[in-house]
């Protein structure tokens, strides 16, 4: 740090950048002529706590004379402590009276773009200096000024209390807002937890009513299917009885027909031994009929050879009543 701080006078402030009507406004005395020895170490702060100077490059204490002039002096940034430290220059301290003074912040934030930052508004109150002047101890005015600056003191004491009580306040709703947060924080993901439960939850029963869905469509074809099974069973069944006695009479029918079948051999193989008997019977008959019938040629023959001899003899054959060949001579008759 450039600034050298020993043996100066220095005031930490806690500024508020936010709420001012919930903030005092800050009141600080001072001595008219004081040079290079008063300075302001500041600390800015917001509804979220201490504001971090990290993004900030400079520092500015602006400050408005009683006669209206406005004059500035330029501070440093102390990043390790996170701290605004500001000198007040000679000048603002040249006229007696209340002083108007602010802090300003400049830089950059993260994305690049310039950023300003401005406290909110404190006083210095400029006492008249002592020394080398004893004649306004004795005055009215001196008397008065002594008065204004018991009040002020008194007045600072005031605020410095009702900043220590401000300040365990503002630490206790920091801690009951971290509490909160942090419960906020728990709620949020009991909430998102119970959403994706839900989510999940949801998802499942749709998938449930979905397999329910396909469970009852698969249950009414099992059963339309146990139906057409249980009507093709009873029709197998029947066809099975339907079978069974054709069975039954194919077996009886093909009893008969064996039955029939062996009368058939049987008769077959009469008809064939007795076909055979005819034919040798037939045969020994041909054999038999042909040689009568060479006989009866023969003997037709002979009998026209006798009966041209009978004629000629003038006798007429004839058969009797038992069919003997019998003859009458004509001559004779």
Do not use: H, W
């Amino acid at each position: 740090m450039a600034f050298d701080l020993v043996g100066k006078a220095v005031k930490n402030l806690r500024l508020p950048t936010v709420d001012y009507n919930n903030s005092p406004i800050k009141i600080i005395p001072a001595q008219e002529g004081d040079i290079n020895s008063r300075y302001f170490s500041v600390t800015l702060y917001d509804d979220r706590g201490d504001i971090s100077l990290a993004n900030y490059a400079k520092v500015t204490l602006n400050a408005t004379l009683p006669d209206g002039e406005l004059q500035m002096a330029e501070g440093e940034i102390d990043k390790v402590n996170n701290l605004a430290v500001c000198k007040i220059a000679g000048s603002m301290l040249s006229q007696l009276g209340k002083v108007s003074c602010d802090i300003l912040l400049t830089g950059n934030d993260t994305g690049g773009t310039a950023t300003s930052l401005t406290s909110q508004t404190f006083y210095v109150f400029v006492a008249k200096s002592q020394a080398g002047d004893d004649a306004i101890e004795g005055s009215d005015d001196y008397t008065l000024l002594v008065q204004l600056l018991n009040e002020v003191s008194e007045l600072e004491g005031n605020i410095e209390t009702a900043e220590e009580a401000r300040v365990a306040a503002e630490q206790a709703r920091v801690t009951a807002e971290n509490t909160r947060v942090s419960n906020e924080t728990k709620r949020v993901n009991a909430e998102n937890a119970r959403a994706t439960a839900e989510t999940n939850r949801a998802s499942a029963e749709t998938k449930r009513a979905s397999a329910e869905t396909a469970r009852a469509e698969a249950e009414s074809a099992r059963a339309s299917a146990e139906t057409t099974r249980r009507s093709n069973e009873d029709a197998r069944i029947a066809a099975e009885r339907d079978r069974a006695s054709a069975e039954s009479t194919r077996a009886t029918n093909e009893t008969a027909r064996k039955n029939a079948e062996t009368a058939r051999q049987t008769a077959e193989e009469a008809r064939v031994a007795a076909e055979q008997a005819r034919v040798t019977e037939y045969t020994e008959l041909a054999g038999d009929m042909e040689e009568a019938i060479d006989n009866i040629n023969a003997a037709a023959e002979n009998a026209a050879k006798v009966e041209e001899i009978y004629n000629k003899m003038q006798i007429t054959f004839f058969y009797d009543e038992e069919g003997y060949v019998c003859y009458e001579d004509k001559v004779s008759t």
